[in-house]
């Protein structure tokens, strides 16, 4: 369930204080828009997590760690700039990656009912 419209009040101001985060604080680079189904040049939550898979297996070049994705609120960012010991594949929120996670991160949860993932 990718939706964030029954999120409570209290949730819907932690998705907020993520939103904040990772636009200011952490100054993640927004790479995208998720869009289900695409409308016009976006990420499809599927092409999110087949992106998400490449850049994985095939990183940048010029990129110290790869590109992490995350969708948060139907915007797509890479926290992998300074954010690769949180997301990437050892880090604690590493199941965020490659999928829309507002409702997960909105409520502060793992449980895979939160969590957006076409490939299930």
Do not use: I
């Amino acid at each position: 369930n990718r939706s964030t419209a029954d999120l409570n009040h209290g949730e819907r101001e932690t998705l907020d204080e993520w939103y904040e985060k990772f636009k200011f604080v952490k100054g993640y680079p927004v790479v995208g828009k998720v869009s289900a189904p695409p409308q016009y040049e976006a990420l499809s939550l599927d092409d999110l997590a087949d992106v998400q898979r490449d850049l994985l297996a095939n990183p940048p070049p010029h990129r110290v760690h790869p590109p992490l994705l995350v969708g948060l609120d139907g915007v797509v960012y890479d926290v992998g700039y300074g954010g690769f010991a949180n997301y990437g594949p050892d880090g604690p929120y590493h199941r965020f990656c490659g999928r829309d996670a507002s409702r997960a991160l909105a409520k502060m949860s793992f449980d895979p009912a939160d969590l957006d993932d076409p490939q299930t």
